[in-house]
């Protein structure tokens, strides 16, 4: 690549009372050799400022402040409209590049006309395990991608009107993955940038994550899967969650079903469901 990688690139972040974790991630943004990208930092109304002087970093960061939290979605959305680069390199305030080049990603997007967004590998410390993995050495497409770690087309993202904040938590990349999917802009995989997202699952409200995950997938089906496949899909997956329920003993898998299904027809104008013959191609690819 000719042009300066700092010209195509700016790094988005958003964090909530995690600043020990935002911390590490900007030193290991710096350690990876991004110092030059600029990095955007939304704090969605954390409960103290920043304790730690950003500047003693030596990176290009800009941290903004909200008084009154909106959520994970929308700050990205806004993220999205505020930066000036051609690509938004997208990090969870607990993930961070460890290995591979960020460079020859952008290399790759540059080469592909039809791209929505790069996913990466990403590996979990803490926990020893890959929470996106690679089943290729080379790039694939996918259907979606993870939010903790991606390279957005931040001109494709806007126009597909960033993500559907409706869904509060949960599910929003695999729902603006299906509506560019129909209109020809596409995800790939590029295994060779390896993000490290170092969450544990000490903290984690279960509960929350089991309701909007349950319910965004019924809103998911109702909206994308054909209409003659739908009635089938919600039924197998409302088993799958009661199963899950029963299983782990939390009962946020059943009240999201309810939720979703009781929010349908709220939320009808959202349904683009697929052709048959988009679903087949799309139910094809890896998951992200």
Same mark, same amino acid.
């Given at each position: 690549m000719t042009q300066n990688l700092a010209d195509l690139?700016?790094?988005?972040?958003?964090?909530?009372?995690?600043?020990?974790?935002?911390?590490?991630?900007?030193?290991k943004i710096k350690e990876a050799g991004l110092a030059a990208l600029p990095i955007l930092i939304f704090d969605d109304a954390s409960d103290e400022v920043c304790p730690f002087d950003i500047s003693d970093l030596s990176l290009q960061i800009k941290l903004q402040r909200f008084t009154e939290s909106k959520g994970l979605i929308v700050r990205r959305n806004q993220i999205a409209q505020t930066i000036q680069t051609k690509y938004?390199?997208?990090?969870?305030?607990?993930s961070y590049p460890v290995s591979g080049s960020l460079e020859a990603a952008v290399a790759f997007a540059e080469s592909v006309a039809n791209l929505l967004c790069v996913s990466f590998p990403i590996y979990n410390p803490i926990l020893a395990n890959y929470q996106n993995q690679s089943f290729n050495n080379h790039p694939y497409q996918v259907r979606c991608f993870v939010g903790c770690g991606? &390279?957005? %087309?931040?001109?494709?993202?806007?126009q597909l009107g960033g993500y559907?904040?409706?869904?509060?938590?949960?599910?929003?990349?695999?729902?603006?993955?299906?509506?560019?999917?129909?209109?020809?802009?596409?995800?790939?995989?590029?295994?060779?940038? &390896?993000? %490290?997202?170092?969450?544990?699952?000490?903290?984690?409200?279960?509960?929350?994550?089991d309701f909007y995950g349950a319910r965004n997938n019924v809103l998911w089906n109702d909206w994308f899967v054909p209409h003659q496949l739908k009635l089938i899909k919600q039924v197998r997956t409302l088993l799958s969650r009661l199963s899950l329920g029963i299983k782990v003993r939390r009962w946020g898998q059943v009240q999201g079903e309810y939720a979703g299904f009781k929010d349908i027809g709220q939320f009808k104008h959202y349904r683009q469901n697929m052709s048959m013959q988009c679903y087949e191609q799309w139910q094809t690819l890896s998951q992200s």
């Open positions: 690139v700016s790094i988005g972040i958003t964090t909530k009372n995690r600043w020990q974790d935002l911390k590490i991630t900007l030193t938004y390199l997208s990090l969870d305030d607990d991606h &390279l957005l %087309h931040r001109e494709k993202f806007i559907c904040a409706e869904l509060i938590h949960q599910g929003e990349e695999m729902e603006i993955a299906a509506r560019a999917f129909q209109k020809g802009w596409y995800c790939y995989h590029f295994p060779q940038f &390896l993000i %490290h997202h170092t969450a544990s699952n000490t903290g984690r409200n279960w509960h929350r994550m």
